[in-house]
Every structure is written in C-alpha cells, then in structure tokens.
C-alpha cells in the first residue's frame, strides 16, 4: 500500500506551497493498521519541517527589540 502525506499551506490561491511524502506499507497482517497510524505519525512531523523550511524563509523578518542608548551605556 501507498499512503501519500500531503501538507499545503496557502493564503491566496496562487501561493500555495506544498510538501509531500510517500510511504509504503506491507498489508499483511492484522498489525498494518497500527503500523499505519505509526508511520503517518513518524513522517507527519518530518514533512512539517520541510514545508517550514520552506515557509519560513518567505516570512518577513521579526522586528528587532528598540534598545534605549541609555540603557545600553548604564549597563556598562
């Protein structure tokens, strides 16, 4: 068996990006469906972390912290 994890982020219908995987799976046996939820759940987090990656870069960056002068030169 075949299982595809497909993960899609999107705000507008032109900007969807996507990650997927695929996972094979032997059927036989009363066990396969727990090893199915096993192995959905071990790459879930994997092809999270691959569409963060490629999210994140197209994130704008967080705004730096203002940090008085002042506050700067008492602490020296």
Do not use: N
């Amino acid at each position: 068996m075949q299982v595809k994890i497909l993960l899609l982020a999107s705000e507008d219908a032109g900007e969807t990006v996507e990650v997927s995987r695929t996972i094979e799976l032997e059927t036989y046996g009363p066990e396969w469906k727990s090893a199915l939820v096993h192995a959905v759940a071990a790459h879930a987090g994997d092809t999270a972390r691959c569409l963060l990656g490629q999210i994140e870069p197209a994130l704008p960056p967080a705004p730096t912290a203002f940090v008085p002068l002042a506050h700067v030169l008492q602490s020296c």
